[in-house]
C-alpha cells in the first residue's frame, strides 16, 4: 500500500491562499491517479481536483477557476494550491492515490479553515 502524508493545512482569512502537499512513499509515476478530497462535519466525503499520470486535470465545479492540482515527480508529491477560499471551503482535506488500477490509499487529512 502507498503511504500518503498531506501538510499544509491551516486557518486562512475568506480570500486567502494555501498550498497543500500530499508525499507519496512511492515513485509517483508507478501510480495512475492522485486525488484529493474533502469532508465537512455531517458532509459526504466530496471529489476536489483529479491528476493523472499524463498530467490530465480535473475540478468539482465548485472550486474551479480558484484551486489547482499539480505534482512533481522527482519529489514523489502532489499539491493542491488553493487560491481566493470562501468559508465553505473549510473542511479535512484528504490525499488519495489509485496504483494498478485497484489499490486504493488514503492520508490521514490536513484541516483546512477559513473564517475572519
Excluded at 44 to 59: G, Q
Amino acid at each position: 500500500q502507498v503511504h500518503l502524508v498531506e501538510s499544509g493545512g491551516g486557518l486562512v482569512q475568506p480570500g486567502g491562499s494555501l498550498r497543500l502537499s500530499c508525499a507519496a512513499s512511492e515513485l509517483i509515476f508507478s501510480i495512475n491517479v492522485m486525488n484529493w478530497y474533502r469532508q465537512a462535519p455531517g458532509k459526504e466525503r466530496e471529489l476536489v481536483a483529479t491528476i493523472t499520470n499524463d498530467d490530465r486535470t480535473n475540478y468539482a465545479d465548485s472550486v474551479k477557476g480558484r484551486f489547482t492540482i499539480s505534482k512533481d515527480n522527482a519529489k514523489n508529491t502532489v499539491y493542491l494550491q488553493m487560491d481566493g477560499l470562501k468559508p465553505e471551503d473549510t473542511a479535512v482535506y484528504y490525499c488519495r492515490s489509485l496504483r494498478w488500477g485497484r489499490e486504493v490509499s488514503w492520508g490521514q487529512g490536513t484541516q483546512v479553515t477559513v473564517s475572519s
